[in-house]
């Protein structure tokens, strides 16, 4: 199973920016879709941004897209979420997800980050 693990989450100010990193600690193994998912007490789960490893195709949910980009390096095994021009909005758990499979499920997930925006 692919171990994730995952760095920068903290506050911000309305209007600052926050970077998320999510590293596969098992560099062997290769995922095909990597991405972020957030959580805000009360809700369900919200998908945000995901990038296929293989292709390099990006998606995005409409309430980030603009402010919001998803970056990988293969050397690294990472993934990072820029996050830019943050919301209060936006505060919220953020996870890292990966899918070992093309059209396959998310099958490991990180332990999670706080994001916290004040206004």
């Known amino acids: 199973q692919v171990q994730l693990v995952e760095s920068g989450g903290g506050s911000v100010q309305a209007g600052g920016s926050l970077r998320l990193s999510c590293t596969d600690s098992i560099t062997t193994v290769d995922n095909y879709l990597m991405g972020w998912f957030r959580r805000t007490a009360g809700k369900e789960r919200e998908f945000v941004a995901t990038?296929?490893?293989?292709?390099?195709?990006?998606a995005y949910a409409d309430p980030v897209k603009g402010r919001f980009t998803i970056s990988r390096d293969s050397a690294k095994n990472t993934v990072y979420l820029q996050m830019n021009s943050l919301r209060p909005e936006d505060t919220a758990l953020y996870r890292c997800a990966a899918a070992s499979r093309k059209g396959g499920p998310f099958d490991s997930w990180g332990r999670g980050l706080q994001v916290t925006v004040s206004s």
């Open positions: 990038i296929s490893l293989t292709e390099n195709m990006t």
